[in-house]
């Protein structure tokens, strides 16, 4: 699907209201806080914009961001009685609707001092998404996208999700096709201007085997080894990618 000028420009202002609650979650994150404080803090962005949430609903999801610290990967289900400590890292994914249109990011965090090998993990996941958003030019094709972000993670001695992946994102959240973080033996469809994608390395410490919990939300990390995940909205254009969940 390409989108028109107008369609890019809400995906746009969406993109900033996720950026905006990146902004004012990563303020509150420090030892003490429980990740359904967090939650509250993203609800005030979007009213305060006049954004809708797309997570809120989805499927039943209770709330208007993901929180997963640690060992969980995606999809954490903010509540009262997780409370973030020293040394953990957390995952927080954000989303909202503009007339419409939709923005979709995550980034993960330490709170308060991390270990330097849970620095270094967000930092590579980081720089995968990095490499995967500049693949995302006209005329190359889609899975160059998951090549790069491989190639980045394992370089490090990290692994890669395959059960969850990024997607396409325009008047829904999730859109075909589906943009796997890991080379799937085919090069995928020829990128165009207008194309518009959440790209979302979910990168694991150890081995990539993923548990899904009794909650039916959480995703951990089968091995209980540490997880980060990044992600951009980001847009195909003439002059090359477009990140859309910028400030
Ligand atoms: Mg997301
Ligand atoms: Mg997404």
Known sequence: MRRNADELAKMRRAGRVVAEMHEETRRVIRPGVTTAAIDRVAREVLERRGARSNFLNYHGFPAVICTSPNSMIVHGIPS???????????????GAIIEGYHGDAAYTTGVGEVSPEARRLMEVTEASLGAGIEQLRPGNRLHEVGRAVQQVAEAAGFSVVREYV???IGTAMHEEPQVP????????????PGMVFAVEPMVNAGGPETILLD??????????????HFEHTIAVTEEGPEVFTVP
């Open 80 to 94: 009262e009685s997780v409370v973030l400590v020293e040394g953990d890292i957390v995952s927080i994914d954000c």
């Open 166 to 168: 990024g997607h396409a």
């Open 181 to 192: 973080n890991y080379w799937p033996g085919v090069a995928g469809p020829l990128l165009k």
């Open 215 to 228: 909650d039916g939300w959480g995703v951990v990390t089968a091995d209980g080894e540490l997880s980060a």
